[in-house]
């Protein structure tokens, strides 16, 4: 690199601005990491819903930082799991079931942005990754911004640059996977003429199941395939090719008069086989992409940036041993693997055919049974999760659901504790002894926290 540019320095630098990118900025941020953000795209312009379901661990995982509230107060909560579409009720067979989140990604970018201004993370918007090398000391990435270049010395260097992840082509980590088959496009269009005040969810022998769903006040959503395989699938999509994809399979484009986000995606699957290349990580959709056909990529990634800050914080400002950081890759490769074959699952199933139609049939009567029903909504919800950690206890490696407790503070909860994820909060299981009060029933675990001082 060129010894004669501007040197900055940071601890961590974070490659990508979206959902996956500031969840992590903001939890190195809580461990006192000095991190820098590296975005291409101009602060502020964030603008679609992309993806806008949000899981119920995503947001337990928001509550225990205390943002759920606001992710609350914008969004519409969704107490079902769509399977492929289908619904699915694990409340019906479990009432303290959590419920998931309807929001546009680009609310869900801004809440995360806001925090992690509040908390102080560095910005470097309009400006990408233009090369990297790393050493036993640390990396170097040579970002390009509107006006100069500038070598960034740091620690460690996470891509969570998308898809199409710089960071990773130039890591040259292989991202193997299926080629894509179908094709479908998406986007956010004003329509004079609407097919109903909330949209349409339905499906037919040409384009199989699609669906037009009202996003924000004045916006639908559009998720469609194509009958026909686009002649260019790099090229942009356009205006026209939303309103002769709709036209082709739906026989109308229900008055389309302008759209502020536009893309399409296929059923191409691809997984890296190792998140981590010595001091380089990759999360979200750098390391893992499929069809967002049930609505998982968001929260894999904002899953992927929880297990891997604070492994981060604890060992630049911890004291943990740097070899805590292969266990992201053995925690989540195995996660992402599970999820993308229920991706594969979902997409199959949407598509048209008589053979499907008859399988959706079936898979929908399979949904209302209790085993079914909680066992894909377990992994959809993101509820299911366990860390290969051990066999010592049942519990061992699962998620801590958000208990209340009393205290000698008086009484608060699981997730209030874990606000400010500061490392020392630790769980032991026990049994009843008799100078606890109030006694449990029978003779059950009891959960005893530690928390940091």
Not at 91 to 101: M, Q, R
Not at 106 to 134: K, M, Y
Not at 270 to 292: E, I, K, M, N, Q
Not at 426 to 436: E, F, M, S
Request: charged residues 20%; aromatic residues 6%.
């Amino acid at each position: 690199m060129n010894p004669n540019l501007s040197v900055s320095s940071a601890q961590v630098v974070v490659a990508g601005a979206g959902p996956t990118g500031l969840m992590l900025a903001c939890e190195l941020r809580l461990g006192g990491v000095n991190v820098v953000v590296v975005e291409q795209r101009e602060a502020g312009t964030a603008g679609e819903s992309r993806a806008p379901g949000i899981n119920a661990r995503s947001m337990e995982v928001f509550s225990q930082r205390g943002l759920a509230d606001e992710f609350l107060r914008r969004g519409r909560t969704m107490p079902g799991v769509l399977f492929s579409g289908l619904p699915m009720a694990p409340h019906k067979f479990d009432p303290d079931w959590p419920s998931a989140l309807i929001l546009p990604q680009h609310q869900t970018e801004r809440i995360l942005a806001a925090r992690a201004a509040e908390l102080g993370v560095r910005f470097l918007w309009s400006t990408s990754v233009a090369n990297l090398g790393q050493d036993d000391a640390g990396v170097e990435v040579l970002v390009e911004g509107p006006t100069e270049s500038t070598r960034i010395r740091a620690d460690y260097l996470v891509g969570c640059d998308g898809g199409h992840s710089v960071v990773r082509k130039l890591c040259q980590v292989p991202f193997p996977g299926d080629e894509p088959s179908s094709y479908w496009v998406v986007g956010d269009l004003r329509l004079d003429s609407p097919p109903d005040e909330d949209g349409v969810f339905g499906r037919n022998e040409r384009v199989g199941t699609y669906q037009i769903s009202r996003a924000e006040p004045g916006w639908f959503r559009l998720s469609l395939m194509r009958a026909t395989p686009p002649s260019d699938r790099t090229a942009p999509v356009t205006l026209d090719e939303l309103r002769e994809t709709m036209l082709d399979g739906l026989g109308t484009d229900y008055g389309l008069r302008e759209a502020r986000w536009m893309s399409r995606f296929s059923d191409g699957f691809r997984h890296v086989a190792d998140y981590r290349r010595g001091r380089v990580f990759l999360a979200g959709d750098a390391a893992h992409t499929h069809s967002p056909i049930g609505g998982q990529g968001l929260n894999l990634g904002i899953q992927d940036a929880v297990n891997l800050g604070w492994k981060l914080a604890a060992v630049l400002n911890g004291g943990a041993p740097d070899s805590l950081l292969d266990s992201y890759h053995q925690e989540r490769h195995a996660i992402g693997a599970t999820i993308l074959q229920m991706a594969k699952a979902q997409t199959a199933l949407i598509k048209p055919g008589r053979q499907n139609d008859a399988l959706r049939a079936v898979t929908a009567d399979l949904l209302t049974t209790r085993e079914v029903c909680l066992r894909l909504s377990g992994i959809l919800s993101g509820l299911d999760l366990r860390y290969p950690i051990g066999d010592a206890h049942p519990l061992l490696g699962r998620r801590m659901p958000n208990l209340k407790l009393d205290t000698r503070h008086g009484a608060t909860e699981v997730f209030t504790l874990l606000r400010p994820a500061a490392l020392g909060l630790t769980v032991t299981l026990g049994r009843w002894r008799a100078a606890d009060r109030p006694p449990p029933q029978g003779n059950q675990p009891v959960i005893v926290f530690s928390a940091p001082k």
